[in-house]
């Protein structure tokens, strides 16, 4: 068994979708496909993706990224609602949102989002960052919301992870700022503060994990860092394909 990972899908472009469906029915059949977040915030693309990639892979393993809650091309109110249609479409294809287990390797997903612990949101963010008009969270801020999500992430003494030998975890959103390479640009740093949360490496780390898969940043890499193998493959944009692999990456 082999483990693929890929972010960032963006199935809102005709190109993305191609390469999706292009891809071999045969050759993944017992393998297991990470797949962190960021499909589209249409949900019919996102069922299309599950569909696609459960024919494919032994098994797909998902985390919501925050494409995946805007609600502005839906019929609900509230990302809370538009998290439960994401959720069900996953359940109805068969896509594992929970630990899963394969003997003694555990792959564990950490939801998250933002709260700033990566620096503070400015005036200039707070217009140019589509979320902020995309998605709707009555009643918590980025704080509250990064917490909400956390607190439903596995511990040690999960049942699921009892006896588990290799943890390997994934994230949609940054568990370190530090992921960005010292060649980014002060210009595009600027959305730095909606990377991610130090919460998430505080968790990965407390689980053991040797190996973290994330996405959101667009910035393909494999680095290690005390101990832990962090891996970005996001597929990205089209504009992007100069510097995104747009293809599959194997991480075990």
Known sequence: MRIFAISDLHLDYAANREWL?????????DDVLILAGDVSDRLTLLDEAFKALTM???AV???PGNHDLWITRERVHTSFEKLD???KAADEHGVHRDTFRNGELAIVPLLGWYDYSFGAADDYLKS????YRACRWPGYDEAALTQFFTEHNPTLSSPSLQDAGQIITFSHFLPRIDLMPERIPDKHRKIYP????????????ALGSGTHVYGHSHVNRRVMIDGV???NNAFGYPSESHFTAREL???H
């Open 249 to 251: 990456v194997q991480v």
């Open 128 to 131: 140019a960052w589509a979320d």
């Open 85 to 87: 249609a994401v959720t």
């Open 229 to 231: 193998t962090y891996i």
């Open 56 to 58: 494919r892979f032994s």
């Open 61 to 63: 393993l998902f985390v």
């Open 21 to 29: 469906q292009q891809l071999s029915q045969h050759e993944y059949s």
């Open 194 to 205: 909606v990377l991610g949360s130090n919460v998430l490496d505080e968790q990965l780390r």
